[in-house]
């Protein structure tokens, strides 16, 4: 597939890697058990990001105004086998290094995560999206995997969900980044790579599909 059809297929909108901004209202809430929320505007920033599914300028990140969730848009994310793909094109990676700067005496975790996107399988050709979520120094890791068969050609949808008695929380009164780390991965099976293409992305065909985090939040002991 050239990068022109790829790019059609896709559909990604260009999104310029920012700082922090703000998410426009009507952004979803928590579906966890009700927590308030804390009153102050958090700031995201991106420390880094590297990873071949987010070259530099095509992964943004946006705070919603109710401090509930935030939002990844990637508009180059994509892995594929067979007619045009190159032999490094079956897994694509990204990992985000964030800065959550937090309100005084509140404590953050990601409760949920919601990724879709679009996928294009054939007959025997399989693909799996993961994702692992952790605060820098910490050795606890969540870790979800989502797998596709084909044939497929839809939009796809994946939530990770964390049960609150298994969340992992960021210490209180201390900086640590939070670290997401997301893979789409293809692989031919019984497919034939030399007349087929088969790929999976992080997005859609409209490019109006973003991967949502929602937060937890708690007060810190005092």
């Excluded at 308030?36 to 995201?44: E, G, L, R």
């Excluded at 997301?182 to 087929?196: C, H, I």
């Amino acid at each position: 597939m050239s990068r022109a059809a790829r790019a059609t297929a896709v559909g990604g909108a260009a999104a310029a890697l920012v700082a922090s901004i703000t998410l426009s209202p009507g952004a979803s809430a928590a579906t966890t058990r009700a927590i308030v929320a804390p009153p102050d505007k958090i700031v995201i920033e991106i420390a880094t990001v590297n990873g071949s599914g987010c070259p530099l300028g095509t992964a943004a990140v946006a705070v919603a105004p109710d401090n509930t969730a935030f939002t990844v848009t990637y508009s180059d994310y994509l892995a594929q086998v067979g007619v045009g793909a190159e032999p490094t094109d079956f897994r694509k990676n990204c990992q985000l290094n964030l800065v959550v700067h937090v309100p005084q005496g509140f404590t953050y975790a990601v409760a949920s995560a919601d990724y879709r996107g679009y996928a294009s399988l054939a007959a025997g050709a399989s693909a799996v999206q993961k994702a692992s979520y952790y605060f820098q120094g910490s050795p606890s890791t969540v870790a979800r995997s989502h797998p596709y068969k084909g044939p497929y050609a839809d939009n796809w949808q994946a939530t990770d969900t964390t049960d609150w008695a298994q969340l992992v929380w960021a210490p209180c009164g201390e900086k640590r980044n939070f670290n997401i780390n997301t893979e789409l991965r293809v692989s031919a099976g019984t497919s034939d790579p030399t007349k087929t293409n088969s790929f999976i992305a992080m997005d859609s065909t409209d490019g109006d599909i973003k991967t949502v985090y929602h937060l937890a939040w708690k007060q810190c002991p005092r």
